[in-house]
């Protein structure tokens, strides 16, 4: 056996190291054009932080020391977790919906879903803009229904920005949903509700903990995108709302600091990197499908 | 959008522009309808005139400019920016010197004139209503400042820049001649009064609209945008009582290939028949003294300068010495 197997562990080991290295260097062009275009800039401007107007922790102290900017970081945390319970309370049903409906339906609600996916960002933020103000549809048919005598603040508020982005982020939660949610077996239900289980208890004993994987992974990803969000924040939400993001383009652009600037962009990148890495170390690579 | 950001702090950081190759000059302003006019008043009749072709970008980002300067990638080569901010980067080195024997400044208005920039068009910041929509419009400062003779929303513009915290002093009862140097203070404290009804408008076109469908019935407007407005059919009332005037600047970035031709650009931008054309055409303000023999009576009494009554004129020296300070201040007000 010894022998037999020795010459086999001896050609295999090179042939996969070979092949390894050589689908490396496939990657090398790729990897050269994220080192130039977007590691290296983004290097000199997180580097900026500790360098400008004068080298040291200055800008980290004001950023962090200044209760309008903690507010401005507290703030983009609960809009974000907002805007994830929410996306996730009507992606869920959504997605089980896709998942059992016959599949020419479901491919007119997919058409519907990506539709919208791929409509330009400012173009829906726009018309949620034209549809939730005081003089807008929602709040003219309300009244013209009698049904409020006031218009409803739907807009430049906490609500318009959990409204615009929820409405963005949904088909990033359903789409990994529908995959988890497609690949367990209806026999498990059946067999559940054969057993006496309730519809509930087989909601919640069976389906939400085998679609756990993907609920998380797709309420980690709406999370980390939304902490990161600019346009509809800025267009729906007042400027008591505001987020991270539109400070750092405000330090970037409009007050020409850049030394706070990256620093913001840094706070930002540590948070969003460690939450990639909860979610690799609770999920995986593997666990990640239908992503 | 992270993702957005990232690439423009990439984009800018490299000095990268997509927009032309050297032979072109680049003309960069703030888009919409006002930079439709510059290109059929100032860029179509220049490249007519000179062979030189006018490549339109924007929107102005001085995020960008430093980028460029700083990378020596300059692609913009002459920039349509904020009267306060040409002067504060001229003196922080990111522009070119205007060469003043091809331009001829003794036409020019002088309040808008420094070594650095001559002013693009002026105009004001005047009391907008949509009279359709209230029983009263607001006349005054005071009275756009005041939410129990006039309640509703009101707008202002969002940004930091000189007119809104002029707009709270007067209304406190500052004198006119005593505005400068700014009391913040009182400003913010003025403005906290009004905080919750004020819906900010971000650019000119949502101005409009916020007027137009009665979200905002009255608020602050730059007046050009008003006379635009009242053409499609809105009824529009303005009070130019104490209008606010600050004046936009062109500017031609430090280490542009193409700075002779953007000289010229700018001598013929700031002609009087370029100016009187972009005057008619946006209803804001010429800036070169010989226009208004170009232009029709009655369109020249609706302009900024046949309102210098009341008119009050930001100090744009104040401003660049302490637009970084009012900034920062400004938009942890707004957020608080």
């Known amino acids: ?97 896709l998942a059992i409906m016959p599949s020419r339906w479901a491919s007119i609600v997919f058409a519907v879903l990506l539709l919208s996916m791929w409509t330009n960002l400012l173009t829906r933020t726009y018309a949620w803009m034209v549809l939730l103000q005081r003089t807008g549809v929602i709040n003219k048919t309300l009244m013209g229904l009698g049904l409020i005598s006031e218009p409803l603040p739907l807009v430049n508020n906490l609500v318009g920005v959990t409204i615009g982005m929820t409405y963005i982020m949904l088909p990033f939660i359903i789409l990994p949903l529908y995959g988890v949610i497609r690949k367990i077996d209806p026999a498990i239900l059946q067999a559940a509700a054969l057993c006496g289980a309730t519809r509930r208890q087989a909601l919640t004993r069976i389906l939400i903990p085998l ?62 990197l460690t939450l990639y890495a909860v979610q690799l170390r609770l999920f995986g690579t593997a666990r990640m499908e239908g992503r | 959008m992270k993702n957005t950001v990232i690439i423009a702090a990439i984009a800018a950081t490299l000095g990268l522009s997509t927009a032309a190759s050297a032979a072109d000059l680049v003309f960069t302003s703030w888009g919409g309808t006002t930079q439709d006019v510059q290109k059929s008043a100032w860029a179509d009749p220049f490249t007519a005139e000179s062979g030189i072709t006018v490549v339109q970008d924007g929107p102005t ?40 024997s091809v331009i001829d400044k003794s036409k020019l208005d002088p309040r808008f004139v420094t070594d650095y920039s001559v002013g693009s068009f002026y105009y004001s910041f005047v009391i907008g209503c949509n009279k359709d929509a209230v029983s009263a419009c607001p006349k005054t400062w005071a009275d756009l400042f005041d939410t129990a003779k006039f309640p509703g929303k009101r707008t202002f513009y969002k940004w930091s820049a000189p007119g809104v915290i002029e707009a709270a002093l007067l209304a406190d009862g500052v004198a006119a001649d005593k505005l400068y140097p700014l009391d913040l203070d009182r400003a913010f404290k003025k403005l906290d009064t009004i905080k919750a009804d004020i819906i900010w408008w971000t650019g000119g076109a949502q101005s409009q609209q916020l007027l137009a469908s009665a979200e905002a019935p009255f608020g602050s407007f730059w007046n050009g945008r ?20 600050a004046a936009d600047a062109l500017v031609v970035p430090k280490g542009t290939k193409n700075k002779e031709a953007a000289m010229k650009f700018i001598a013929h931008a700031t002609s009087a028949g370029a100016q009187a054309n972009m005057a008619s055409l946006t209803g804001y303000a010429p800036i070169n003294l010989d226009s208004s023999s170009n232009m029709d009576e009655k369109l020249r009494m609706s302009l900024p300068d046949m309102q210098s009554k009341s008119q009050i004129n930001a100090d744009m020296g104040y401003w660049a010495a302490n637009r970084d300070a009012i900034g920062e201040r400004w938009y942890a007000w707004q957020a608080k």
Do not use: C, H
Not at chain 1, 35 to 46: A, D, E, R, Y
Not at chain 1, 63 to 88: D, E, H, P, Q
């Open chain 1, 211 to 272: 679609a756990a994987p993907g609920m998380v992974s797709g309420a980690l990803m709406v999370f980390v995108m939304s902490l990161g969000y600019f346009v509809t924040p800025a267009l729906l939400g007042g400027t008591a709302n505001m987020m991270l993001a539109e400070l750092i383009a405000q330090f970037v652009q409009s007050l020409v600091n850049w030394g706070m600037g990256g620093a913001a962009a840094l706070v930002l990148l540590i948070v969003t």
């Open chain 2, 61 to 100: 980002d001085y995020g960008k400019i430093k980028a460029m300067v700083e990378a020596a990638g300059v692609t913009w080569d002459v920039v349509d920016v904020e009267g306060d901010y040409a002067v504060q980067a001229g003196k922080a080195g990111l522009l070119e010197k205007l060469d003043f």
């Open chain 2, 226 to 245: 008003l006379t635009a407005l009242a053409e499609t059919g809105v009824t529009v009332e303005t009070s130019w009582d104490q209008n606010i005037t």
């Open chain 1, 1 to 97: 056996m010894t022998l037999l197997t020795e010459p086999d562990n001896r050609t295999a080991a090179p042939r996969a190291r070979s092949v390894r290295s050589r689908n490396f260097a496939l990657t090398v062009p790729a990897l050269v054009l994220l080192v130039v275009f977007f590691i290296l800039p983004v290097v000199s401007l997180l580097l900026r932080s500790v360098m400008e107007p004068e080298p040291g922790l200055d800008n980290y102290r004001a950023l962090l020391g200044s209760t309008t900017y903690l507010k401005i970081f507290l703030n983009t945390f609960s809009v974000s977790a907002l805007v994830t319970i929410v996306t996730l309370a009507i992606g869920f049903p959504v997605a089980w919906a």
